[in-house]
């Protein structure tokens, strides 16, 4: 499933940081000066949640009398939907748009409707930045980009260490990659090995169907269900459907969704020990899991990387040449390595600048709660690790909806294991016929 709910997944008491303002030292991402576009401009700025822009907005507008930051902020869903219409109109749209990455696949290939950041330089910050990440807000050969990374949702494995170690099973983080290996096939080994102690109504993992999408990340085919040239290609994607269809038939997985009510009931009682959880996660685990013998911990993920979620800056093609360079240089500095910096702390939205990945201010990042894992540098090299970009045909957010639908109709009991990959290659083809 994708992100719908606000990017301040770490709320306030969640992490902490050390004082720490490390100097900018000229390379890409540090703090250096924009140019005024000139008096009088404004800049209207639609994001959704709670992205903390209004203090750094504060802070741009003082250091930059001639431009003001208007900040309009809406529910996730109808800010997108409402750009949607906006760009399909031509008409009244904002002059940077804050979008999802669920979403850019759509907005991609609508991509005359903003403004081709590559013609603004936007270019020379490319390496600056994941290279994933930045090849989401790209076309296919990458000759169009129509936004900046902000943030990524670096995912890792949070786990209930009290009931691993009831269960005779490693606890601590390390001793738990070490057990689990560099495989999901491990990480479901394990899994067995824990539902044969915790007995009934345990089970290893909330629901299979995000597996999925994990281990698709990681398997180096470069592209999600459809290929660069927006043809649908299953095959390639097969292994991680086979990894979560395997925790369904081992019987590992309480088929409980991420956050809905059931999964936040389960989280209360103690139904499942593993969820995959990106940074913006934490609170909802944090806030949802009262019992108070509840022990939290964070653990890498088997294989190379992993994110879910993540947003961008974009530009819709509507503003005036004034306006329009303002606000290209306005989402410049938002992406500078101290306001990323400063989003983690405030938000926990994780960095997408490589420069930041090892930085000394983001390893004081640290989150009392899950045991005092180091959040900012463990979410940030797990985004980082991801060794190359999935590219997302226009269809493809429908497609994975309907393809981890057939995962559930497995738990439920609606399709034979045996005939899941037939029929989720069907829904498939159906979303793309359509």
């Known amino acids: 499933m994708y992100r719908a709910v606000v990017v301040s997944a770490v709320a306030a008491g969640a992490l902490t940081l050390a004082a720490c303002t490390p100097a900018s030292d000229g390379s890409p991402g540090s703090a250096s000066p924009t140019p005024d576009a000139g008096p009088g401009v404004t800049v209207t700025v639609a994001q959704w949640g709670n992205f903390n822009l209004s203090a750094l907005a504060d802070a741009y507008m003082a250091d930059h009398p001639g431009v003001t930051i208007a900040l309009s902020t809406g529910d996730y869903a109808a800010q997108h939907e409402a750009l949607t219409n906006q760009i399909v109109a031509g008409a009244d749209a904002p002059a940077v748009a804050v979008i999802e990455e669920a979403y850019m696949p759509s907005f991609v290939s609508r991509s005359d409707g903003f403004v081709n950041l590559l013609d603004l330089g936007a270019g020379t910050l490319r390496d600056g930045f994941m290279s994933w990440k930045w090849a989401q807000a790209s076309n296919a050969n990458q000759t169009v980009t129509i936004a900046l990374p902000a943030d990524v949702g670096g995912l890792a494995l949070c786990y209930r260490s009290d009931l691993l170690a ?35 109504g345990g089970h290893w993992i909330d629901d299979a169907t995000t597996l999925v999408n994990a281990a698709q990340w990681q398997l180096g085919t470069g592209h999600g269900y459809y290929d660069r040239t927006d043809t649908l290609s299953m095959t390639e994607n097969k292994p991680a459907f086979d990894i979560a269809l395997a925790a369904v038939t081992d019987g590992l997985s309480a088929a409980l969704a991420p956050l809905r009510d059931p999964w936040a009931k389960g989280l209360a009682d103690g139904s499942f020990a593993t969820t995959l959880c990106p940074t913006w996660m934490l609170s909802d685990i944090r806030t949802g899991s009262t019992d108070p013998q509840a022990k939290w911990a964070i653990a890498d993920l088997p294989g190379p990387g992993g994110n879910w979620g993540g947003s961008y800056y974009a530009l819709p093609n509507q503003s005036d040449a004034d306006t329009l360079q303002a606000a290209y240089d306005f989402i410049v500095w938002l992406t500078l390595a101290d306001q990323q910096r400063t989003l983690l702390t405030t938000t926990g939205a994780v960095p997408s600048l490589l420069s930041l990945v090892d930085d000394a201010g983001v390893a004081t990042v640290t989150s009392e709660y899950f045991g005092g894992a180091h959040v900012g540098t463990i979410m940030a090299s797990n985004a980082a690790d991801i060794e190359r970009g999935v590219y997302l045909g226009p269809k493809d957010p429908r497609v994975r909806v309907a393809v981890e639908a057939v995962i559930g109709d497995v738990e439920a009991g609606r399709v034979e294991a045996k005939n899941a990959w037939t029929t989720a290659i069907k829904s498939a083809k159906a979303v793309d016929a359509s």
């Open 166 to 200: 009831a269960a005779g099973l490693p606890s601590e983080p390390a001793a738990l990659d070490a057990a689990v290996g560099d495989t999901w096939e491990g990480f479901l080994a394990l899994g067995k090995q824990y539902q044969a102690k915790a007995g009934e």
